[in-house]
């Protein structure tokens, strides 16, 4: 039962264009949505969040968007930088699963110079 | 220490055996995880601890595995009896907190090779 799933297995754009991660979920208890990078070798690295308050989060970059009518979430990398390239994993948290991350399988975005 | 620690990083197993996997959390942290990245999947809760709360382990894949936490800090995450379905990399995690609104910081992993 995959509660969080990212579709797109890999995602390739071009340096200083927009690159768009999409994740999906089931689980209608869930209200904090998280998104992390990792490269190769490494622990995954926590990079932006979003409460399900908010539709909305911005840092830097990076913008999470939520839409929970949906049960839908999307990560915005604008522009894009070869340093970029890495895989996203999208999580979340809530309910019953208080305290527990809830990962999706990832995408490996490929920024290309 | 700066970071979450993990030892070994590399450990590669005969079936049958039992391996134990270590994680030094960040200090303070009162919560920790433990997740595993088996290839090409995404990551898959295995077990949590949050203080002195008795501990998650409802993502234990199987009663070979089981995980303790030490005077609230380091973790042992051990495999008895080790299948080649377990061959995986092991990710602790911690945080501050725990639970909602607390970002998870996580070690570089152990890659086990069960052969």
């Known amino acids: 039962d995959q509660q969080v799933k990212q579709n797109s297995p890999s995602l390739s754009v071009q340096e200083g264009r927009i690159s768009i991660l999409n994740c999906d979920y089931t689980n209608s208890m869930f209200d904090y949505f998280l998104w992390y990078k990792k490269y190769p070798a490494e622990g995954p690295t926590f990079l932006i969040s979003i409460s399900s308050i908010k539709d909305k989060n911005e840092d830097g970059r990076f913008t999470v968007f939520l839409n929970k009518s949906a049960k839908h979430l999307s990560l915005h990398i604008v522009p894009s930088q070869p340093g970029d390239s890495a895989v996203y994993f999208c999580?979340?948290?809530?309910?019953?699963?208080?305290?527990?991350?809830?990962f999706g399988q990832g995408t490996i975005l490929t920024v290309h110079p | 220490g700066a970071g979450v620690s993990q030892s070994p990083s590399n450990k590669v197993t005969e079936k049958g055996k039992d391996v134990e996997l270590r994680c030094d959390p960040i200090?303070?942290?009162?919560?920790l995880y433990w997740y595993r990245q088996s290839l090409g999947q995404g990551l898959e809760f295995l077990i949590y601890?949050?203080?002195?709360?008795?501990?998650?382990k409802s993502g234990l894949p199987s009663d070979r595995f089981s995980a303790e936490r030490t005077g609230g800090s380091v973790s042992t995450l051990t495999i008895q009896r080790t299948q080649q379905e377990d061959s995986a990399v092991y990710l602790c995690?911690?945080?501050?907190?725990?639970?909602?609104?607390?970002?998870?910081?996580f070690g570089q992993g152990t890659r086990l090779t069960v052969v």
């Open positions: 601890f949050q203080g002195n709360s008795a501990p998650d």
């Open positions: 999580a979340a948290t809530g309910g019953t699963s208080y305290g527990k991350l809830t």
């Open positions: 995690a911690s945080s501050l907190e725990g639970g909602l609104n607390t970002e998870a910081f």
């Open positions: 200090s303070g942290h009162t919560a």
